[in-house]
C-alpha cells in the first residue's frame, strides 16, 4: 500500500497535528526525527506518510499531492526508488543492514529532490549497528534524511537521541476510537467495542484489526484476526484470576500468560516474541490502572464489562499495592523489550503480584 495522505492520518494528540503540519510547510525536513508512542498507535504509519510528503516536491500541510512524476514512483508494496526501510530482521537490526543502507546512500536520489531512510523499532538496533547508524546521524550525507520509531526515547541509545528531533504519538479514547471504527467498518458494534476496548487508544492497531476481521476467516490474516481475540480473551480471564489466585498458581499463571502472548505474535502488526509480550503487559498495566481507577465514580474504564473482577482485585490488594505492583509490571515490560529473559521476567513478577493477599 502506497502511503496514506497526511491528513488522512489518525494523530492522537490533537495538538501534534499541527506541529506536524508546520514541520511539512518548512523548506526541509529535519535531519533525524524520532517517533515513539506505544505499539499500535501509527507510528510506522506516520513515518512512512511523513516520508512520503517530504519527497513529493508538491507537498501541502495536507501530505504529498498523489499525483507528480515522485508520487508516481508509490509501487502498490509501498515501496519507492528513494526510500529504505531497515526493520528487525526479526529480531534484531544488525550491522550487515545498516552497512548496506549506508553503501545506498552514496547515491544521488533516483526521483525525488532528497532521500529517507526509515528506521522501525530503532531499539532494536544491535550495539555494532547502532554504533554505524550513530556515525551516519553524526555525519549524515548529503540530501538524505532519518525517521526512527520506538516504543519509547529512553531505549534507545543517549548519543542517537541526541541527533533527533523526537514526536510523541499519544492515544485516543475508547469511544474516539469506536466512533471511527463505526465510520469505517461495517462489523457488529459489539465486535467494532472489543476492539476499540483492547486497542487501548491505538487506533492503527484497531484499524488493522478489522480489516482483518473483515476478511474471510479462512486467509491467513483473517484467521490471525480471530486467533488474536481468542488470546485476549484469555489474558483477561487470567488477569481475573490475579484477584483470587494463591501464590502457588504464580508460575503456572506465568506460563498461561506467555502462552497466550504467543497467539499475539505475528499478525497485523507481525509482532516479534518480544513485542508480544510486552503488548500483554501493557494490557496488565490498563487492568491494574482500571483497578486503581474504581476508587473515581467518573472515571472511563477500558475494561468496563469486567469491573467485578477488577473489583475483586480491589478488595485484595490496597491500593498502594497496587500501585507498586503497576511499576513492576512496567519495569518488567521494559525488561522485556530490552533482552532479559522472558521466562524469569514473567514468573518473577507474576510471584510478586501474588505475593500478599
Ligand atoms: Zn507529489
Redesign the pocket.
Known sequence: MAPLPFSEVVIAPEPLRRTLEQMLTRPSPPQSLLIVGMAGVGKRTLARSLAAAWL????TAQG?????L??QKWSDTGEHPDLRVLKPEPEQIKIDAVREMRGWTSFAPAVAPLRFVIIEEAHRLNPAAANALLKTLEEPPPLYHFILTAPASDLLLPTILSRCRIVRLGVLTTESVLQRLKSRFELPEETLRTIAEFSEGAIGRAIRWAQALQSPESEGKGRQAHNELDALQKLLSLFARLGVASLEEALRLAYEFREACKALEGGTEERSPRAALALGLEYLIQWYRDSLALNYPNASLRFASHRQSLSQLARRFAPAERQRDLQSITEARRAILGNANAQIVTEHLFIQLLRAG
Not at 64 to 68: G, R, V
Open positions: 513529493c516536491p508538491k507537498r504529498h499531492c498523489q499525483t507528480c515522485v508520487c
